[in-house]
DNA sequence: TATTGTTATACTCTATAACTATA
DNA sequence: TATAGTTATAGAGTATAACAATA
């Protein structure tokens, strides 16, 4: 079979979709948060689980691994990233003699507030097209978006 | 050091971010359409791959890693994927004997409609909480975050 | 019994280097 | 010399099973 190649390709089927143009606009997020935290040593995971851990201190592991959907067996390397980079310390808890409790460290607490101004810049450079009512908008829609995936388990089963 | 367990966990500071909702979002969203194509056997890249090639039949491999921004290396097993279930065909091209042109079989072009249905459906259902104005808003504000990032691969440099 | 932290493991997704055959 | 497809490979990110210590 012998065919010409079109000369200009189109997405428009896909562009119906929030969660195409959401893929690709998260895409875009991430390679420039990566980017903006790459001079704090931090990661999107690492960062996230830091922001936490300063307005949570002395959670424990599994409250952060829930905070952050993330399952437990991961959360061991990432906190022991930010341990070595001394940012964060594994406390004993007081309660319970199995559990870890997580308390940043001084340094651990000026790095989170740096990054988090250096991540604000970030956000506002990506949103910088809307408005900052519409930017509100915008995350409380994916927000409502966020808590529609939270009835959908089951996945049709229970509609009937 | 022994400290107690907060109750509550709050990701408040995370939250300010529109890439934080939105990458829980996303979360929500690929877990859904995951499960709407799974009856179809394929996967949210092999779809939206197959969803180009049935848009713009006879197109290359190299022109698909580019509409989709995927890395000429990983379309070749994608594609792949998509010959086997027989729902694509590789046809040599007329005008460049290197190239391969990606053309969707009748079958092809059958799964493709009746999966963008389900993904039409489990779109409406992730963005239920949206009137119709603000659904068409969200897309929009999607596409000029995407639009955001195209130009700071540079990151700064060339801000001054 | 259930839960916390942990190890080992595996699977997906994505990115890079280098090869071949053509242009 | 540049490009299209390909191979091999490596690194993230994420998920599951199973274990020891403790509740």
Redesign the interface.
């Known amino acids: ?6 000369t200009r ?25 990566t ?1 903006a935290l790459a001079p704090f040593e931090l990661r ?1 995971v690492t960062f ?1 689980a830091l ?2 851990i ?7 592991q599994s ?2 691994a ?4 993330i399952e437990r067996p991961n959360i061991v390397a990432l906190v022991d990233e930010l341990v070595r980079h001394g940012l964060v ?1 594994k ?6 003699r199995r ?1 870890l ?1 997580l ?1 940043p460290t001084l340094l651990g607490v000026d790095s989170c507030a740096r990054a ?1 101004a250096a ?2 810049a ?2 506002r ?6 408005s900052s009512t ?2 509100t ?3 409380e ?10 009835g ?1 388990q089951n ?1 049709g089963v229970t509609t009937a």
Chains 1, 2 share one sequence.
């Open positions: 079979m012998m065919v010409a190649a079109p390709i189109t997405d428009q089927s896909l562009r119906q979709f929030a969660g195409y143009t959401m893929k690709r606009a998260f895409n875009a997020i991430r390679a420039d948060v980017a999107m996230s922001s936490v300063v307005e949570n201190p002395g959670l424990r409250q952060l829930d905070a952050l959907l310390e406390a004993k808890s007081s309660t319970d559990a409790s308390v988090t991540v604000a970030h956000d450079r990506m949103t910088a097209a809307l519409a930017r908008e915008l995350i829609m994916l927000k409502s978006i966020e808590r529609a995936g939270e959908l996945d």
